[in-house]
C-alpha cells in the first residue's frame, strides 16, 4: 500500500478552532433496537445526519481551510481560516439545528419514551494549535482519503464535550480560549461583539476554573468554562452570515 501526504497544515496557538458533538444514549438505544426493525430507521437517520453534516461543510467552507472527523456517534470539525472562531460556531449551530428539528420525531419512530431512553446530544468547541495531514492511501484500485487532525485543541474539546453530561439545562460549552478569540474576531462586528460582555445574559460562566482533564498546566491549570443559551446562538445565527 502506498501512502501520500497531500497536505500538511500547522496552526500555532488560537490559530485553530475545533468543535465536536456526540449523540447522547446512542449505544443504549442500537443495544435495545439492534434485533427489529427499528435499527433501519435509526440507520436511515444516521446517514440522512452524515450527508447533511458533509453538504453543509463543503459547501459553506474552503476544504483547504477546515477538517473532519466521523467520531461513530458524531463528527469533530477543525476549521483555520481567518475567521476561524465565528466559522466553527456557524457551522455548529447549522448541525444542532438538523438535530433540533430531526432527533424529536426520531425518537418518536424508535419508541423510545417505552424505553425509558432519548437520543440527545452535547456541543463544544475550543480554540487552540493543531496539525492536519490529508493524507491518502492507495492499494491497487483502492484509494481512502484521511484528515489527521492533531493538538490539544482536539484533545481538550473532546474532553469539554464530555462535560455537557454533568449539565442539566445547557449542552453548549466553549472554553474561555474560545471566548478570547472570539471577542477578537468579532469586535468589528456589531450585533455579535458584545455577545460576550461582562454580565451579558447569554451566557453562563463555571464558578472557576475546571480541570477537564487535558493536561493544561500554563499558565494557569484547568479552564473557565462557558455554557451558551439559545438566545446567544439565536442572535449570532441571525447576524452572521
Known sequence: MKVSVKSIYNQGDDKSTAFIFDLRNSTNVTRKISWNERLVKHIDFMMDMHKYIYKKLYGNCDPTKFAMNDTGDGYICLFWDSSHALTCLKMAIHVKDFLDKKLPLHNKNLGLKELSLKLDYGFAIHSGGSTIKRTAFRDDDL???????????????????????????????????????????????????????????????????????????????????????????????????
Open 143 to 241: 484509494q481512502v482519503s484521511k484528515d489527521f487532525i492533531f493538538g490539544i485543541v482536539v484533545n481538550s474539546v473532546s474532553r469539554l464535550e464530555s462535560f455537557t453530561k454533568t449539565y442539566v439545562d445547557y449542552n453548549f460549552l466553549v472554553t474561555g480560549n474560545y471566548k478570547d478569540v472570539f471577542n477578537q474576531q468579532a469586535k468589528k462586528i456589531k450585533e455579535i461583539k458584545s455577545l460576550f460582555a461582562d454580565g451579558s445574559r447569554y451566557y453562563r460562566k463555571s464558578l472557576g476554573r475546571v480541570d477537564i482533564k487535558d493536561g493544561k498546566r500554563t499558565p494557569n491549570k484547568g479552564h473557565n468554562i462557558y455554557a451558551l443559551t439559545d438566545d446567544f446562538l439565536s442572535i449570532f445565527k441571525k447576524s452572521y452570515k
